[in-house]
């Protein structure tokens, strides 16, 4: 049953990069300044381009996940590479929720006064607070595990 349910958390992890990706890759199509530009114009923007580096922050925890879940499919679970990857899916939600919150401020900041950022901040708000929530729990179980890792060496040497 456990090897059934890692497998499946694997296959969504996949499917949420996979529609991560499709969005990245369709969404600059739709803007609604990108109806008169070339594929390159569209593409080459700044804040597109800023998107896709944020992005590889995202890619990397959702990779980090994946091997979590490996490791739980093998009964790893309380090992080094364990809390390694709870450490850089801890790292990556951090940096993503920084960088979230960098494109906020700039969209604030230096948005046309014609337009009304208030969707784009909500959403800012949000994905920062769901990063931040990632981030809790990733440091939280990495402390958990961690502790458990010492109990279980401190255990095997009093044996």
């Known amino acids: 049953m456990k090897k059934a349910s890692t497998i499946f958390l694997q296959a969504v992890i996949v499917l949420i990069g996979i529609v991560a990706l499709a969005i990245l890759i369709r969404l600059p199509l ?5 109806v008169n530009l070339d594929l390159f114009s569209i593409y080459a923007d700044p804040f597109i381009l800023y998107g896709y580096a944020a992005s590889i922050a995202f890619f990397i925890a ?6 979590l879940l490996g490791y739980i499919g093998q ?3 309380f090992s080094s590479h364990s809390v390694a990857a709870l450490k850089s899916i801890k ?5 993503l929720s920084i960088l979230i919150v960098g494109a ?9 006064k014609e337009d009304d950022p ?3 901040l909500a959403i800012c ?3 920062t607070f769901a990063s931040v929530v990632v ?12 502790n458990a890792m010492d109990m279980k060496s401190e255990n095997d040497l009093t044996i």
């Not at 906020?104 to 046309?112: R, S």
């Not at 981030?135 to 961690?146: N, P, V």
């Open 118 to 120: 208030a969707g784009f």
């Open 104 to 112: 906020g401020l700039y969209i604030k900041m230096f948005h046309n």
């Open 75 to 77: 009964n790893k679970v």
């Open 62 to 67: 959702l990779y980090k996940a994946f091997r």
């Open 135 to 146: 981030a809790t729990a990733a440091a939280i179980f990495e402390k958990i595990l961690q």
């Open 125 to 127: 708000m949000v994905t």
């Open 30 to 34: 739709t803007e609604g300044r990108a």
């Open 91 to 95: 790292y990556c939600a951090i940096v």
